[in-house]
């Protein structure tokens, strides 16, 4: 039996997303190495279990890499670099770039091969022709719409689910979605998403003239602003007195004109992205966090508001209702339905402050049992280890 | 125009690329003006291979479009022209920039690349779209030529939005200024500019070819279709919501959409949530006889747009005879007359737009023919290419 693993966490970037850094942090914490190849975008500090064998995005950088990893493999791994050759041939378009992608990993061999973002699995089940063992993580619009609209993305999916070792659903719903596309029941295991500890806050003050909205995400049509800007539309109408403000939210002309074409300028505010710690500043700071997206896995922020003691909206996409109990710890809406949501805002104003502060304890005692990083750590080196010794 | 620069009026038409074969309104306006005696000069900001037999001459600036070592290049050339060969232009240009409290910097990069149409004698430099003229607002006055500019919807209505105060020096201008609706001239009017200075100009048709084939047999089913671009002002998630509102009504319909863009992914997802999709048929960009045969089969055409300067595909639908149904976004009210050639509905508003088609579903045969024959009859009146010809011809004489 092994203990100690050799973890490949795979994004394609380094460093990747705020929640896979998340992981990479906290798996680097277990005592197990682990190893992060592909595109260095920017260098980044990491403990000393953490090993990257990445690749600047210049030719000269991409070329030594290459080298490099090709005379090693020449001189020590002979058969096995004809062997991934002969494979690569057969499936790339840009072989030269794949190898300068793959070539480190076959010469480093991590035991487990951990592929972030579904869309690339089919240029990493090769490993598993070497002894790695591939796990892949389903992840939001990559499972949720991207093969609906994209026939070969589903047809690529269908092929090649059924021989992933294991796979890390974000949530119940996305793993549903993933048995459509061949993915074997007893092979996806679920790992919510977990934060860091941090201290416990008094509720901050929130202003009581003006009801504060705030939504946090980049501005891209699934997270449906389009619908939150409706919403308050009929808000404004009613004489409800609110501000909205859209963190992520600028440079987006379909908002923009939205609003202008609304009347929403004083009641609307899009602003740019933020430092982590100015967010949730503001999120402190709001009466409400409103997810008003259309597709979700699980989303981050309304964990992070939750921590925040900032009560949330979401809307009943994706895997929200494992998170949110409509009234309980926080308050559900129907996808794509502006009038809900407006209802559901001024419901949530009248709600008396003793009960909002009971929804602020559950929402927060909902992160301490189901969503804490050590518990998401816990429970991936759990999935990594059973499938290795399965192999074992 | 009583005197001319040149043997012949000439027309300076400023685009961004030569118009594409799709791109009718601009090539119909460029044969329209050569057959009514102009001259065409095309100023382009970047030139095909393919463009060489373009009906009229093409001025291109596109050797800014290179690498840096050859933009330097190009650069100091383009220096050399404006100080040896057409230096009194350059200085004109260059003082009305600095009158305008352009920095030196931002007025010698302007002199460069604006330096192509220095070499050009032209009597009206016409910009095809507002933000073509943005940083060339002193050009047409360098080269003693008058300055008009078209408005076509975005350039309009989002343009500003997008880059804040984009406008504020063109509008100081003395510019004729084309747009395509009442609605968006009375835009204009809030940017403070004089009536006397804008034509409503509207699109214009090809009214033989838009005829409908009568001998085609419609489907029994209820066949509704748009012609867009997928994207988002299109407004063609809330035309899906209407439609899922229509399929829990009990409707049973197809609906085609003609056309392709970034927002595909989006759209689909959509009806997929919407319990549509089955209903739903993406064809991507059509050629224009396919668009046509689309068109024939289908009974309603929707255009539930969100911003629209006018929207030539709703003529086209109204030519053969299509009822149009259409949300009320700046120019669509005025291309389709509520009640008597289609039906507006106020934006933004599926469930308005779903009684709405719910309606003329229930509508007799004969009110549908009726509306159908009005729209039939107001494109020939209105929005023939002959009559927008004239209205150029217009345009640049009387001005």
């Given at each position: 039996?092994?203990d100690?693993?050799?973890?490949a966490?795979y994004?394609?970037?380094?460093p ?9 942090l ?7 190495s682990i ?29 030594l890499h ?23 041939k057969k ?15 076959l010469?480093h061999k991590?035991?487990?091969?951990h ?13 598993q022709?070497f002894g790695?063992k591939?796990?892949?993580?389903l ?6 719409y ?14 090649y689910?059924p ?8 949530s ?15 092979k ?14 008094k509720?901050?003050a ?10 946090v995400?980049?501005?891209h049509?699934?997270k449906?602003?389009?619908y ?11 004489g ?7 963190v992520g939210?600028t ?11 609304l ?24 009466d409400?966090?409103?997810l ?12 992070e ?19 949110i109990?409509?009234?309980?710890n926080?308050f ?6 502006s ?38 750590v ?10 290795y010794?399965?192999k074992? | 125009?009583?005197?001319h620069?040149?043997e012949k ?11 594409r074969?799709?791109?009718?309104f601009f090539r119909n306006?460029?044969k ?13 900001d970047?030139?095909e ?19 840096t ?6 650069s100091?050339?383009?220096l ?15 003082t009305?920039?600095?009158k305008?409290?352009?920095?030196f910097?931002?007025?010698m990069i ?15 430099l016409?910009f ?7 940083k ?15 408005f076509?919807?975005y350039?309009?209505?989002?343009s500003?939005?997008?880059h ?9 201008k ?6 395509l609706s009442q ?8 940017y403070?500019i ?12 090809d009214?033989?070819?838009?005829t409908?084939n009568?001998?085609?047999?419609k ?14 002002k ?5 035309t899906?919501?209407?439609?899922a509102?229509l399929k ?7 609906y ?10 989006r ?14 048929t ?7 006889n ?6 024939e089969?289908a009974?309603i055409?929707?255009q539930?747009s969100i911003?629209?300067?006018?929207c ?5 639908a ?6 149009c ?9 005025e291309?389709?007359?509520d ?18 088609i719910?309606a ?6 004969a ?6 024959k009005?729209?039939?009859?107001r ?5 023939g290419?002959i ?9 640049y004489?009387?001005?």
């Amino acid at each position: 039996m092994k203990d100690q693993l050799k973890i490949a966490v795979y994004s394609g970037d380094i460093p990747s997303t705020t929640f896979i850094e998340r992981l990479i942090l906290g798996l680097s914490n277990t005592g197990n190495s682990i190893y992060l190849f592909g595109f260095i975008k920017k260098k980044v500090k990491y403990q000393d279990s953490v090993s990257v064998f990445g690749y600047r995005n210049t030719r000269l950088h991409k070329a030594l890499h290459y080298l490099k990893y090709s005379f090693l493999l020449f001189c020590f791994k002979h058969k096995e670099k004809r062997k991934l050759d002969a494979i690569l041939k057969k499936q790339s378009k840009n072989l030269l770039l794949t190898k300068v992608k793959c070539y480190p990993v076959l010469w480093h061999k991590p035991d487990v091969f951990h592929v972030q973002w579904a869309k690339g699995l089919a240029d990493w089940t090769w490993v598993q022709e070497f002894g790695m063992k591939l796990v892949l993580s389903l992840r939001g619009a990559h499972i949720n719409y991207s093969p609906i609209a994209d026939k070969k993305l589903a047809a690529m999916y269908s092929a090649y689910f059924p021989q992933v070792d294991g796979f890390h659903a974000v949530s119940n719903a996305i793993g549903l979605e993933a048995v459509k596309y061949g993915a074997f029941q007893e092979k996806i295991h679920v790992v919510y998403s977990g934060l860091p500890c941090i201290e416990e806050k008094k509720t901050a003050a929130k202003q009581k003239d003006v009801f504060q909205i705030i939504s946090v995400g980049r501005a891209h049509w699934k997270k449906g602003y389009t619908y939150a800007l409706d919403a308050c539309n009929i808000l404004k109408a009613q004489g409800f007195k609110f501000h909205y403000t859209i963190v992520g939210g600028t440079k987006d002309i379909e908002f923009a004109y939205q609003i202008h074409d609304l009347h929403l300028e004083k009641e609307v505010r899009l602003i740019d992205n933020l430092p982590y710690a100015k967010v949730q500043g503001l999120m402190q700071h709001a009466d409400l966090l409103l997810l008003p997206s259309v597709e979700e896995g699980i989303a981050n922020v309304v964990l992070e508001a939750m921590q925040n003691t900032t009560l949330v909206l979401t809307t009943n996409c994706g895997g929200m209702d494992e998170v949110i109990t409509d009234g309980v710890n926080g308050f559900m809406v129907p996808i794509r339905d502006s009038e809900a949501i407006a209802t559901k805002i001024l419901e949530i104003e009248a709600i008396p402050e003793t009960a909002k502060e009971e929804i602020r304890k559950k929402a927060l005692h909902t992160i301490k049992t189901k969503h804490r990083e050590d518990q998401m750590v816990d429970q991936m080196l759990a999935l990594y280890q059973s499938i290795y010794h399965d192999k074992a | 125009m009583t005197k001319h620069k040149t043997e012949k009026p000439t027309i300076g038409i400023v685009l961004s690329t030569v118009p594409r074969y799709s791109e009718t309104f601009f090539r119909n306006k460029i044969k329209g003006l050569q057959d009514n005696g102009f001259r065409v000069i095309l100023f382009v900001d970047y030139l095909e291979p393919e463009d060489a037999n373009f009906a009229c001459k093409v001025v291109a600036s596109n050797a800014f479009n290179k690498n840096t070592f050859k933009r330097i290049w190009c650069s100091f050339l383009a220096l050399l022209k404006s100080l040896f060969m057409h230096p009194k232009r350059s200085s004109v240009l260059y003082t009305l920039n600095k009158k305008d409290g352009i920095s030196f910097k931002e007025n010698m990069i302007q002199v460069i690349l604006n330096q192509f149409f220095l070499k050009e004698e032209v009597d009206w430099l016409h910009f095809g779209f507002g933000m073509l003229a943005v940083k060339r607002e002193n050009v047409a006055a360098a080269m003693c030529a008058k300055m008009a500019v078209s408005f076509r919807g975005y350039d309009l209505y989002l343009s500003p939005l997008k880059h804040p105060g984009c406008y504020n020096m063109l509008f100081t201008k003395d510019i004729q200024y084309h747009v395509l609706s009442q609605e968006m001239k009375q835009e204009l009017f809030r940017y403070k500019i004089p009536s006397n200075k804008i034509q409503v100009i509207t699109p214009a048709i090809d009214i033989p070819f838009f005829t409908a084939n009568t001998t085609l047999e419609k489907k029994n089913r209820l066949e509704l279709v748009t012609v867009a671009r997928l994207h988002w002002k299109k407004g063609l998630v809330y035309t899906l919501e209407a439609l899922a509102l229509l399929k829990q009504s009990g409707i049973a319909f197809h609906y085609t959409i003609i056309g392709a863009g970034s927002e595909k992914e989006r759209l689909v997802f959509a009806a997929y949530q919407l319990g549509v999709l089955e209903e739903v048929t993406f064809t991507g960009k059509l050629v224009q006889n396919e668009v046509k045969k689309q068109l024939e089969q289908a009974t309603i055409y929707l255009q539930y747009s969100i911003q629209e300067g006018f929207c030539n595909a709703v003529i086209e639908a109204q030519a053969l005879g299509l009822l149009c149904v259409v949300s009320n976004a700046e120019g669509l009210a005025e291309n389709v007359l509520d009640g008597k050639t289609g039906w507006v509905v106020p934006k933004r508003n599926p469930v308005l737009l779903a009684n709405k088609i719910e309606a003329i579903v229930k509508l007799s045969e004969a009110e549908k023919q009726k509306i159908s024959k009005n729209a039939i009859s107001r494109v020939h009146k209105e929005f023939g290419l002959i009559k927008q010809q004239e209205a150029f011809v217009r345009f640049y004489s009387e001005n």
